[in-house]
């Protein structure tokens, strides 16, 4: 398992991780920020490396 971060300060509210991986993130109803539902993954959850990888803000990572 890895470590899921997710940087509210960073993020822009874009929603690309949301629509990516949805079973990891969300966005805020309020704010629109991003929500961490889970913070750990699976070595080989993709979709979470994919959402990592998208996000215009460079807001998430693996800790
Ligand atoms: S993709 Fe990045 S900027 Fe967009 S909502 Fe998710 S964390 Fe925020």
């Not at 805020?28 to 080989?44: I, R, S």
Request: with cysteine; proline share 3%; net charge negative.
């Amino acid at each position: 398992m890895v470590k899921i971060v997710a940087d509210r300060e960073r993020c822009a509210g874009s929603g690309m991780c949301a629509l990516t991986a949805p079973a990891y993130f969300d966005q805020d109803d309020e704010d629109g920020l991003v929500l961490l539902l889970a913070d750990e993954a699976a070595d080989d959850a993709g979709e979470v490396a994919d959402a990592v990888q998208l996000c215009p803000a460079a807001a998430l990572g693996f800790a």
